[in-house]
Antibody
Framework: QVQLQESGPGLVKPSETLSLTCIVSGGSVRSGSYYWSWVRQSPGKGLEWIGNIDYSGHTTYDSSVDGRVTISLDTSQNRFSLKLHSVTAADTAVYFC????????????????????WGQGILVTVSS | DIQMTQSPSSLSASVGERVTITCRAS??????LNWYQQKPGKAPKLLIH???ILQSGVPSRFRGGGSETDFSLNISSLQPEDFATYYC?????????FGQGTKLEIK
Protein backbone atom coordinates (compact mmCIF):
# COMPACT_ATOMS: atom_id res chain seq x y z
CA GLN A 1 0.00 0.00 0.00
CA VAL A 2 1.47 3.31 -1.06
CA GLN A 3 2.12 5.88 1.63
CA LEU A 4 3.34 9.44 1.33
CA GLN A 5 5.03 11.49 4.04
CA GLU A 6 5.94 15.16 3.90
CA SER A 7 8.95 16.57 5.69
CA GLY A 8 10.63 19.94 6.01
CA PRO A 9 10.85 23.02 8.18
CA GLY A 10 7.68 24.31 9.77
CA LEU A 11 8.84 27.93 9.81
CA VAL A 12 10.23 29.97 6.92
CA LYS A 13 11.16 33.64 6.88
CA PRO A 14 9.57 36.03 4.40
CA SER A 15 11.43 36.32 1.08
CA GLU A 16 13.17 32.99 1.66
CA THR A 17 12.56 29.61 0.02
CA LEU A 18 10.13 27.02 1.34
CA SER A 19 11.51 23.51 0.78
CA LEU A 20 9.54 20.32 1.37
CA THR A 21 10.10 16.68 0.51
CA CYS A 22 7.59 13.89 0.05
CA ILE A 23 8.88 10.38 0.66
CA VAL A 24 6.99 7.67 -1.19
CA SER A 25 6.88 4.15 0.24
CA GLY A 26 5.23 1.05 -1.15
CA GLY A 27 5.44 2.24 -4.74
CA SER A 28 7.83 3.77 -7.26
CA VAL A 29 7.94 7.37 -8.42
CA ARG A 30 9.26 6.01 -11.73
CA SER A 31 5.88 4.59 -12.72
CA GLY A 32 4.24 6.04 -15.81
CA SER A 33 0.86 5.47 -14.20
CA TYR A 34 1.12 8.44 -11.87
CA TYR A 35 1.94 12.06 -11.49
CA TRP A 36 3.15 13.40 -8.15
CA SER A 37 1.43 16.52 -6.88
CA TRP A 38 1.60 19.20 -4.23
CA VAL A 39 -1.59 20.75 -2.83
CA ARG A 40 -1.85 23.38 -0.13
CA GLN A 41 -4.52 24.66 2.22
CA SER A 42 -4.31 28.05 3.88
CA PRO A 43 -5.69 28.15 7.43
CA GLY A 44 -9.46 27.83 7.33
CA LYS A 45 -9.51 27.85 3.54
CA GLY A 46 -9.96 25.44 0.67
CA LEU A 47 -7.59 23.27 -1.31
CA GLU A 48 -5.23 24.77 -3.87
CA TRP A 49 -3.27 22.64 -6.32
CA ILE A 50 0.31 23.85 -6.72
CA GLY A 51 1.73 21.60 -9.41
CA ASN A 52 2.89 18.13 -10.34
CA ILE A 53 5.70 16.14 -11.89
CA ASP A 54 5.73 12.94 -13.91
CA TYR A 55 8.17 10.04 -14.03
CA SER A 56 10.26 11.76 -16.71
CA GLY A 57 10.58 14.98 -14.73
CA HIS A 58 8.04 16.94 -16.76
CA THR A 59 6.35 19.52 -14.56
CA THR A 60 3.11 21.50 -14.63
CA TYR A 61 2.54 24.42 -12.29
CA ASP A 62 -0.51 26.39 -11.33
CA SER A 63 -0.52 29.92 -12.71
CA SER A 64 -0.84 31.38 -9.20
CA VAL A 65 2.67 30.18 -8.26
CA ASP A 66 4.30 29.75 -11.65
CA GLY A 67 7.64 31.53 -11.67
CA ARG A 68 8.19 30.93 -7.95
CA VAL A 69 7.84 27.15 -7.77
CA THR A 70 10.05 24.19 -8.61
CA ILE A 71 8.98 20.56 -8.24
CA SER A 72 11.65 17.92 -8.70
CA LEU A 73 11.90 14.14 -8.62
CA ASP A 74 14.60 12.05 -6.94
CA THR A 75 14.21 8.52 -8.26
CA SER A 76 17.22 7.23 -6.31
CA GLN A 77 15.52 8.17 -3.03
CA ASN A 78 11.96 7.56 -4.29
CA ARG A 79 10.80 11.02 -3.36
CA PHE A 80 9.79 14.32 -4.84
CA SER A 81 10.26 17.84 -3.61
CA LEU A 82 8.75 21.30 -3.62
CA LYS A 83 10.58 24.60 -3.57
CA LEU A 84 8.62 27.81 -3.34
CA HIS A 85 10.73 30.91 -3.63
CA SER A 86 10.23 34.43 -2.27
CA VAL A 87 7.56 33.40 0.19
CA THR A 88 5.20 35.78 1.96
CA ALA A 89 2.68 35.35 4.75
CA ALA A 90 0.14 34.38 2.08
CA ASP A 91 2.10 31.15 1.56
CA THR A 92 1.39 30.03 5.12
CA ALA A 93 -0.54 26.80 4.71
CA VAL A 94 -0.70 23.09 5.29
CA TYR A 95 1.14 21.50 2.37
CA PHE A 96 0.05 18.07 1.20
CA CYS A 97 1.77 15.77 -1.25
CA UNK A 98 -0.42 13.39 -3.20
CA UNK A 99 -0.19 10.68 -5.81
CA UNK A 100 -2.04 11.63 -8.95
CA UNK A 101 -3.49 8.40 -10.37
CA UNK A 102 -4.02 8.35 -14.15
CA UNK A 103 -7.03 6.57 -15.56
CA UNK A 104 -6.13 3.44 -17.47
CA UNK A 105 -2.67 3.33 -15.94
CA UNK A 106 -1.02 5.53 -18.54
CA UNK A 107 -0.68 9.24 -17.92
CA UNK A 108 0.30 9.89 -21.53
CA UNK A 109 -3.06 8.63 -22.76
CA UNK A 110 -5.53 10.02 -20.25
CA UNK A 111 -6.84 13.35 -19.05
CA UNK A 112 -8.65 11.75 -16.15
CA UNK A 113 -6.71 11.53 -12.91
CA UNK A 114 -7.38 11.74 -9.22
CA UNK A 115 -5.45 12.26 -5.99
CA UNK A 116 -5.00 9.09 -3.97
CA UNK A 117 -3.44 8.68 -1.48
CA TRP A 118 -2.41 11.89 0.24
CA GLY A 119 0.28 12.56 2.78
CA GLN A 120 -0.82 13.69 6.21
CA GLY A 121 0.18 17.29 5.51
CA ILE A 122 2.70 19.62 7.05
CA LEU A 123 2.02 23.11 8.36
CA VAL A 124 4.45 25.71 7.08
CA THR A 125 4.29 29.16 8.62
CA VAL A 126 5.92 32.13 6.94
CA SER A 127 7.00 34.58 9.61
CA SER A 128 10.04 36.52 10.71
CA ASP B 1 -8.28 28.17 -15.72
CA ILE B 2 -11.47 26.21 -15.20
CA GLN B 3 -13.42 27.56 -12.23
CA MET B 4 -15.27 25.12 -10.01
CA THR B 5 -18.18 26.44 -7.94
CA GLN B 6 -19.79 24.37 -5.22
CA SER B 7 -23.11 24.99 -3.56
CA PRO B 8 -24.05 25.35 -0.89
CA SER B 9 -20.91 26.53 0.93
CA SER B 10 -22.31 25.07 4.12
CA LEU B 11 -25.15 22.79 4.99
CA SER B 12 -26.79 21.66 8.22
CA ALA B 13 -28.48 18.29 8.27
CA SER B 14 -29.51 15.53 10.63
CA VAL B 15 -28.40 11.92 10.84
CA GLY B 16 -30.48 9.87 8.45
CA GLU B 17 -31.23 12.73 6.11
CA ARG B 18 -30.41 12.78 2.41
CA VAL B 19 -28.27 15.64 1.16
CA THR B 20 -27.07 16.86 -2.20
CA ILE B 21 -24.01 18.98 -2.92
CA THR B 22 -23.56 20.45 -6.37
CA CYS B 23 -20.47 21.46 -8.31
CA ARG B 24 -20.50 23.55 -11.46
CA ALA B 25 -17.60 23.94 -13.88
CA SER B 26 -17.02 27.14 -15.84
CA UNK B 27 -16.81 25.09 -19.02
CA UNK B 28 -17.39 21.50 -20.04
CA UNK B 29 -15.17 18.96 -18.33
CA UNK B 30 -16.92 15.81 -19.59
CA UNK B 31 -16.84 13.51 -16.54
CA UNK B 32 -13.32 14.44 -15.38
CA LEU B 33 -14.58 15.28 -11.91
CA ASN B 34 -13.54 13.90 -8.53
CA TRP B 35 -14.99 14.27 -5.04
CA TYR B 36 -13.06 14.31 -1.75
CA GLN B 37 -14.03 14.31 1.91
CA GLN B 38 -11.92 16.13 4.47
CA LYS B 39 -12.24 16.00 8.23
CA PRO B 40 -10.62 18.60 10.50
CA GLY B 41 -6.87 18.18 10.80
CA LYS B 42 -6.78 15.38 8.26
CA ALA B 43 -5.82 14.98 4.64
CA PRO B 44 -8.59 14.80 2.06
CA LYS B 45 -9.85 11.35 1.17
CA LEU B 46 -10.94 10.34 -2.33
CA LEU B 47 -14.61 9.36 -2.49
CA ILE B 48 -15.51 9.34 -6.17
CA HIS B 49 -13.58 9.68 -9.41
CA UNK B 50 -14.77 10.16 -12.99
CA UNK B 51 -17.94 11.80 -11.68
CA UNK B 52 -19.64 8.62 -10.49
CA ILE B 53 -17.11 5.83 -9.80
CA LEU B 54 -17.07 5.03 -6.11
CA GLN B 55 -13.64 4.50 -4.61
CA SER B 56 -13.09 1.09 -3.08
CA GLY B 57 -14.17 1.03 0.54
CA VAL B 58 -16.45 4.07 0.30
CA PRO B 59 -19.99 3.33 1.48
CA SER B 60 -22.65 2.99 -1.19
CA ARG B 61 -24.71 5.77 0.40
CA PHE B 62 -22.37 8.13 -1.48
CA ARG B 63 -23.34 8.65 -5.10
CA GLY B 64 -21.91 10.96 -7.72
CA GLY B 65 -23.51 12.11 -10.93
CA GLY B 66 -23.47 14.62 -13.72
CA SER B 67 -21.43 15.51 -16.78
CA GLU B 68 -20.21 18.48 -18.81
CA THR B 69 -20.64 21.39 -16.39
CA ASP B 70 -23.04 20.21 -13.68
CA PHE B 71 -22.27 17.56 -11.08
CA SER B 72 -23.69 16.35 -7.82
CA LEU B 73 -22.70 14.39 -4.76
CA ASN B 74 -25.56 12.70 -2.97
CA ILE B 75 -25.39 11.13 0.46
CA SER B 76 -28.50 9.01 0.87
CA SER B 77 -28.69 8.58 4.65
CA LEU B 78 -26.27 10.69 6.64
CA GLN B 79 -24.18 8.94 9.25
CA PRO B 80 -22.33 10.69 12.08
CA GLU B 81 -18.99 10.09 10.36
CA ASP B 82 -20.15 11.92 7.20
CA PHE B 83 -20.03 15.35 8.80
CA ALA B 84 -17.03 16.88 7.08
CA THR B 85 -16.08 19.22 4.26
CA TYR B 86 -16.48 18.03 0.69
CA TYR B 87 -14.54 19.23 -2.34
CA CYS B 88 -14.93 18.67 -6.04
CA UNK B 89 -11.90 18.79 -8.36
CA UNK B 90 -11.49 18.73 -12.13
CA UNK B 91 -8.68 17.09 -14.11
CA UNK B 92 -9.94 17.99 -17.60
CA UNK B 93 -7.40 20.78 -17.71
CA UNK B 94 -3.81 20.01 -16.79
CA UNK B 95 -4.18 22.97 -14.40
CA UNK B 96 -6.28 21.22 -11.80
CA UNK B 97 -8.77 23.21 -9.77
CA PHE B 98 -10.92 22.52 -6.73
CA GLY B 99 -14.27 23.83 -5.68
CA GLN B 100 -14.27 26.04 -2.61
CA GLY B 101 -15.70 23.28 -0.45
CA THR B 102 -19.03 22.47 1.22
CA LYS B 103 -19.01 22.12 4.98
CA LEU B 104 -21.60 19.62 6.15
CA GLU B 105 -22.56 20.16 9.77
CA ILE B 106 -24.84 18.39 12.20
CA LYS B 107 -28.18 20.08 12.77
Amino acid sequence: QVQLQESGPGLVKPSETLSLTCIVSGGSVRSGSYYWSWVRQSPGKGLEWIGNIDYSGHTTYDSSVDGRVTISLDTSQNRFSLKLHSVTAADTAVYFCARDVCDGGNCDDSLLSWFDPWGQGILVTVSS
Amino acid sequence: DIQMTQSPSSLSASVGERVTITCRASRSIATYLNWYQQKPGKAPKLLIHAAFILQSGVPSRFRGGGSETDFSLNISSLQPEDFATYYCQQSYSSLYTFGQGTKLEIK
